[in-house]
C-alpha cells in the first residue's frame, strides 16, 4: 500500500506554519541517501516538491529502491511530528 502524502496529519497549523514546513530542504528529512540523491537529480528538493508530486511520479524515478513512497512518507511524517512537537514546546 502506497503512502499518500496529502493524509499527513499536521493539526492545527496555520498557513505561515505549513509554509515553513513545505520550504525545507529534503536534507533535513532523515531519507537514505540513495533516495534523497534520486530525488536530488529530479530537481526534488523541497518538500514542497515531493508533495507536489504524484506518487506514480515517484515509483518511476530511476534507482530509487523498493518502497520509495513508504521511505518517503515516514520521513515526512517524523519531520512533521518533530516540527509540532518544537511548536508546542516553544509555546
Known sequence: MK??????????INNEQLDEITNVSIDKL?????????????K???????LEC????IDGIKNMGRNPNRLIGDALKLYC???I????KDE
Open 3 to 12: 503512502f499518500n502524502y496529502m493524509e499527513l496529519d499536521l493539526g492545527d
Open 30 to 42: 532523515k531519507l537514505n541517501l540513495r533516495v534523497r540523491n534520486c530525488l536530488l537529480a529530479e
Open 44 to 50: 526534488i528538493c523541497t518538500v514542497r516538491d515531493i
Open 54 to 57: 504524484r506518487q506514480e511520479d
Open 81 to 83: 511530528l518533530d516540527y
Open 85 to 88: 512537537r518544537r511548536q508546542e
